[in-house]
């Protein structure tokens, strides 16, 4: 049995040189084995039970995301992909696993195209929007190089729970019924996912995945041959294109994940490690502290107009120029030495300090008459996407795993006879003339997913990330920020107020949490040309972080602090004692 919490966790003596300083929280317990922070309870669970059979944090990740296919399969799954980031605490290494989803080899321009003009359109749901996935062959991959445990065992949580069902959480409920119209296009997904194949569940129904079960088993027996074999392509396969799409079995059978050099920057003295092409994310989050690092932070608090400001305008800054340039490395050389330069760093804040430098120095007085737009996301109702899993073990191993299957429901095909919900990842292609993310066969689109590692000295410190699409690197980087330089614990962090920002359309959203008198005075500071909207308090349109940090306590022992964002499901789970 293990406990969910919120809270601090003792670490061994292995954690202790290195630690993070930031200041001790109150939720404390202890355990002397580990901690999972994932977006659902059992699959929390399912992670700490791997660890307490001396499995290691690799092992504890893969575990804890096919438990995620089946306890939260509106985000992620075996139809799906994304990024590992992993930290191996015996040689101090840190390796980059890309599962991300790839484009059909058959996929033509007139695929992606209406009327002669590229148009997302067409690859929004159905069997269009469906890349060829990565998740089962990725991780399996990833926990045989890396784990220490049978795959049997790491698939025995999220075989139990299709086999035996769980209950449905009334988020989820909400979910199917935004979704409901779309899962009854399809008789596979809605035979999973609807009473009687047309009502949606109640919650705390119990939702019994009985295909889904049948082939984790094969998964287990198997390997990565009970998704990428040529049967089991061709059956899955053969429901896409019975829905619309391309997707051919030699797509699934010739996947490969790819393994990827991480990028890195330095904070404060700490060393911020994450991922690269094909993602922008990571790379927009680096050049934001990047530019925030020339700049007294630490005097400033998160709600001074100031601070704020410069925020905006250093993540916009990012923002453009990781777009500009980021896409699938085998399609497009992708100048990261160049994006991470100091020269690019001196060339945006001499920008910034050209433009609103001297509006930065003044203390706003009295507020402009700027309009703020009021939007408030239904959380059921909002596409959503995504799903984030961290782990850190006793020996210092960490992982930060982002999987998705895009929007909830992904395009919501499902496989028969093998539970399977496939992505929709083809909408995550650029579809503006001149992009270098424009869809091609063969390609992985572009993706936001930026999970995070913080070290220093070598020593680990951090496991981060979030769902969320766009909003994925401003939310990790102001809790970055907000961590080291705000000295909050990560819980305060991430439960705090956020913003983000549409560079493309000047836009600014943010929390409702932040004063709008506040938001006028960064309106003045910023000029003319941006807008803002006011969303709700706690919204789901910032993402869902999950996160643990290891900190110094009054004793001066290390222990972890993992943290569950409230704007959506989520459980930290540690070790027993």
């Known amino acids: 049995m293990t406990r969910r919490t919120i ?30 922070a994932a977006a659902h309870p059992l699959a929390a669970d399912a992670g700490v039970e791997i660890l307490e059979q001396g499995g290691n944090a690799l092992d504890a990740a893969v575990a804890t995301a096919f438990a995620l296919n089946v306890v939260e399969p509106n985000a992620s799954g075996m139809g799906g992909g994304g990024f590992l980031l992993y930290y191996d605490a015996k040689d101090r290494s840190v390796s980059v696993l890309d599962f991300r989803e790839i484009a059909p080899a058959s996929l033509e321009p007139r695929h992606a195209s209406v009327d ?3 148009n997302s359109s067409t690859m929004r749901y159905g069997g269009m929007a469906v890349a060829a996935p ?98 089991p392509a061709e059956r899955i396969a053969a429901a896409v294109r019975a829905r619309g799409g391309v997707l051919e079995a030699s797509d699934i059978v010739n996947y490969a994940p790819a393994e990827r050099p991480p990028v890195s920057g330095s904070y404060r003295g700490y060393d911020i490690v994450t991922i690269g092409a094909p993602s922008s994310g990571g790379l927009t989050m680096l050049l934001t502290l990047s530019v925030l690092d020339r700049y007294d932070v630490g005097s400033m608090s998160f709600d001074d107009p100031a601070f704020l400001a410069l925020y905006i305008r250093a993540f916009a800054a990012a923002q453009e120029a990781s777009d500009l340039v980021v896409a699938d490395p085998a399609f497009t050389d992708v100048p990261v030495d160049e994006l991470l330069s100091d020269e690019w760093v001196d060339r945006t804040v001499a920008a910034i300090q050209n433009d609103i430098g001297g509006r930065l120095a003044l ?22 996407n995504t799903t984030h899993l961290s782990v850190i073990d006793s020996e210092g191993n960490m992982a930060a795993l982002t999987q998705t299957i895009n929007y909830w429901f992904g395009s919501c095909v499902a496989i028969p006879g093998m539970g399977i919900v496939m992505n929709n990842e083809m909408s995550d292609f650029s579809f503006e003339e001149g992009s270098v993310n424009v869809p091609e066969a063969g390609k992985r689109p572009r993706s936001s997913i930026s999970p995070l590692l913080v070290l220093k000295n070598g020593h680990p410190i951090a496991a981060l990330g979030t769902p969320g699409g766009r909003r994925i690197p401003s939310a990790i980087s102001q809790i970055v920020v907000r ?41 003045d500071i910023l000029g003319d040309g941006w807008s803002f909207e006011s969303r709700g308090a706690f919204d789901a349109y910032f993402g869902g972080a999950q996160g643990i940090w290891i900190e110094s306590g009054a004793d001066g022992a290390a222990r972890l602090a993992g943290a569950a964002d409230p704007r959506r499901d989520g459980s930290v789970a540690t070790t027993r004692e």
């Open 116 to 118: 002669g003009k590229l």
């Open 483 to 523: 961590c080291i330089d705000f000295e909050s614990p990560l819980q305060d962090s991430v439960d705090a107020p956020r913003l983000h920002i549409d560079a493309a359309d000047r836009k600014v959203s943010f929390e409702s949490r932040i004063a709008e008198e506040t938001m006028q005075q960064v309106a």
């Open 7 to 36: 809270a601090i966790l003792g670490a061994t003596a292995a954690l202790l040189a290195g630690c993070a300083t930031t200041p001790n929280h109150e939720r404390a317990t202890h355990s002397p084995k580990g901690m999972v």
């Open 363 to 384: 203390a706003a007085n009295e507020a402009g008459g700027h309009e703020i737009a009021h939007v408030e996301t239904d959380h059921a109702a909002y596409p959503g």
């Open 134 to 231: 990565g998740m089962a062959r990725g991780l399996l991959k990833a926990q045989a190089e890396h784990g220490e445990l049978p795959r049997q065992a790491i698939l025995a949580p999220a075989i139990r729970h299709a086999e035996d069902g769980f209950a449905v959480s009334e988020g989820l409920v909400g979910i199917m019924e935004s979704k409901v119209d779309l899962l009854l296009e399809d008789g596979a997904a809605s035979a999973i996912f609807l009473e009687d194949g047309l009502f949606t569940p109640a919650p705390g129904d119990v939702l019994v995945q009985k295909d889904l079960a049948a082939t984790l088993r094969n998964v287990a027996e198997q390997g990565d041959a009970a998704v990428y074999g040529p049967e």
